[in-house]
C-alpha cells in the first residue's frame, strides 16, 4: 500500500514579525551598538526627517515633535533626545554623510543627507542629461558609501534610450543604470531590489527630472499620505522648476524611507578625493604609473596618463573632467587654516623676488 503525503505538512511557516518604529525609521545595529538599554531609556533615539530654517522635525517611539535645530545634524541623523535640554542631545555616530560645498562665496560646507543606504542619481532622457554632472553625483555617493543607483527618467519621451543608457553605464561599471517611467507602477517594480523595510534610499538630481514624481509612485497605493507637488519641465531648455524646497524624509508603509531633495545646479565637491578616485579608478591607476610623483599630466616626460591618451586608450575629454574635478575638490577640502599659510608663504616669495629684483 503507497501512502499519501500530500496532505502532511510541518505546520504554518512562521510569520515575520511586523517592524518597530526604530526599525521602519532606519534603526539599524551600527546605531543600537553607540547606546544600551539604560541610556535610551533617559533619552530615547530619535531621528530628523525634516530640517526648517527655525526647528529640526524628529521621529522616535512615541515621539514626534519640533526641536530647536543644531548646526551639527541634518535630515537623517540620529538623536539621543534629552528633552530638558534638546541641544545637548547626543548625535549618534552617522554611517554615511552625502555633502558638498555650499553655494556662493562662503567656504562652507552643506551637508544634504545622513545614514542613507542607496543614492539614487536621476537625470532625463532629455537636454537635461549631463555626463560631467553624473560623475559629480557618483563621486558624492562613493564617497558617502551610499550605492549609487543612476536612473534614467522620461524615457517614453525618447526615441534613443539606449545611447543613454550606454553613455551613464561608461561612468562606473559599478553603478547600475535604470531607464524609467517615474509615473505608474514602473518605480515599485524596477526599484524593489533597494525599497526594503528598515532602509533609507535618496533621489538626487536637477530639478524637473521626476525625484517627487518617483518618490510619490512609490508611495501609490499604500497609506502613507504621500501626495508631494509636482511641475512640469519648461519644454524650450528642459530646465525643471523647484517644488522641493526642503530636504525630508518619507516614510513609505513598507518601512522604508524615501530622503526627496530639492533640485541642485549647483554641486561642488568637498572632502570626496576617495569618491573621485572610485568614478576614475582607470584614471588614478595610470597616474600611479607616471615618472613623477606630482605630474600634472600636460608635458611632462613619461606620463602614463598622456601615453594612453596618445595611445587611444583614454578619452581626452574624461581626462580633462577627472583633472578638473581633482582640482577643484582639493581646493574645496583645502582648511582655512593651510589657505592661510600657503598664502602667507606665497606673500614672502614674492617679496623676496621683487626685492631682488630691485637690487
Not at 48 to 62: C, D, K, L, P, S
Not at 77 to 88: G, K, P, S, T, V
Not at 306 to 311: H, M, R, T
Amino acid at each position: 500500500m503507497t501512502r499519501d503525503y500530500s496532505q502532511f505538512t510541518l505546520g504554518d511557516a512562521p510569520k515575520p514579525q511586523p517592524l518597530s518604529v526604530l526599525q521602519r525609521l532606519g534603526w539599524q545595529s551600527f546605531f543600537a551598538q553607540q547606546t544600551d538599554a539604560d541610556e535610551m531609556r533617559v533619552t530615547p533615539p530619535v531621528r530628523v526627517i525634516e530640517v526648517h530654517r527655525g526647528a529640526h522635525h524628529v521621529v522616535g517611539e512615541g515621539i514626534d515633535k519640533l526641536i530647536a535645530p543644531r548646526p551639527d545634524a541634518t535630515v537623517g541623523d540620529w538623536l539621543l533626545l534629552n528633552d530638558e535640554a534638546e541641544l545637548d542631545s547626543r548625535l549618534l555616530e552617522r554611517k554615511s554623510l552625502i555633502k558638498r560645498r555650499a553655494p556662493g562665496r562662503v567656504r562652507a560646507v552643506q551637508m544634504i543627507g545622513a545614514n542613507l543606504d542607496t543614492t539614487f542619481i536621476v537625470t532625463s532622457c532629455n537636454d537635461d542629461f549631463n555626463i560631467a554632472r553624473l560623475e559629480r553625483y557618483v563621486a558624492l555617493a562613493f564617497e558617502d558609501e551610499a550605492d549609487p543607483v543612476i536612473l534614467l527618467t522620461k524615457a517614453d519621451m525618447c526615441d534613443d534610450v539606449e545611447s543613454y543608457i550606454a553613455r551613464a553605464q561608461a561612468i562606473s561599471d559599478r553603478v547600475p543604470v535604470i531607464a524609467i517611467d517615474a509615473r505608474g507602477e514602473e518605480p515599485l517594480e524596477k526599484l524593489a531590489e533597494w525599497i526594503k523595510p528598515g532602509k533609507t534610499v535618496a533621489f538626487l538630481g536637477s530639478s524637473g527630472v521626476g525625484k517627487s514624481t518617483l518618490t510619490n509612485a512609490l508611495g501609490s497605493g499604500q497609506d502613507c499620505g504621500l501626495d508631494i507637488e509636482t511641475q512640469a519641465i519648461r519644454e524650450d531648455d528642459a530646465r525643471g522648476r523647484h517644488t522641493t524646497t526642503s530636504r525630508r524624509i518619507h516614510m513609505l508603509e513598507n518601512g522604508c524611507n524615501v530622503l526627496d531633495t530639492p533640485g541642485m545646479r549647483e554641486l561642488q565637491l568637498t572632502d570626496a578625493a576617495a569618491g573621485l578616485s572610485d568614478v576614475f579608478a582607470d584614471l588614478q591607476e595610470l597616474s600611479t604609473q607616471c615618472r613623477f610623483r606630482d605630474c600634472a599630466h600636460e608635458s611632462e616626460p613619461g606620463c602614463a596618463v598622456k601615453a594612453a591618451l596618445a595611445a587611444g586608450e583614454i578619452d581626452e575629454a574624461r581626462i580633462g573632467r577627472w583633472k578638473k574635478l581633482v582640482a577643484e575638490d582639493a581646493f574645496n577640502s583645502e582648511s582655512l587654516s593651510e589657505r592661510k599659510a600657503r598664502d602667507k608663504t606665497l606673500g614672502r616669495l614674492i617679496k623676496q623676488v621683487k626685492k631682488h629684483g630691485k637690487k
